[in-house]
Nanobody, 122 residues
Framework: EVQLVESGGGLVQPGGSLRLSCAGS????????IGWFRQAPGKTREAVVC????????YYGDAVKDRFSIWVDAAKNSLGLHMKDLKADDTAVYYC???????????????WGQGTQVTVST
């Protein structure tokens, strides 16, 4: 059975930091492009970061570049996201996902988790 389970979300003040984790099972991370997307209420899915299966490079969305960083432990099928200098606009449900390619991560993910809520507020 394929599973992706996120953890680590919560409430944080603007300017703060948060770490998300994702544990995968039932498939190999190395066979897919993997990463995170988010969805805020009333908005469409937004790509946060994706590690391409072609070149294993990380591609960040413009909104999070230089503030977020992804880490992967393919041997353990685990994935994480370190977020710093958080802003109110970062408030969303964050999903880890796997797809055939990075352009498909938000539109047609092959696998994705149940999501974890991140709220940035005073």
């Amino acid at each position: 059975e394929v599973q992706l389970v996120e953890s680590g979300g919560g409430l944080v003040q603007p300017g703060g930091s948060l770490r998300l984790s994702c544990a995968g099972s039932g498939f190999r991370f190395d066979d897919y492009s993997i990463g995170w997307f988010r969805q805020a209420p009333g908005k469409t899915r937004e790509a946060v970061v994706c590690i391409s299966s072609d070149d294993r490079l990380a591609y960040y969305g413009d909104a999070v570049k230089d503030r977020f960083s992804i880490w992967v432990d393919a041997a353990k099928n685990s994935l994480g996201l370190h977020m710093k200098d958080l802003k109110a606009d970062d408030t969303a449900v964050y999903y880890c996902a796997a797809a055939q390619s990075c352009p498909l991560l938000t539109s047609e993910p092959t696998f994705w988790g149940q999501g974890t809520q991140v709220t940035v507020s005073t």
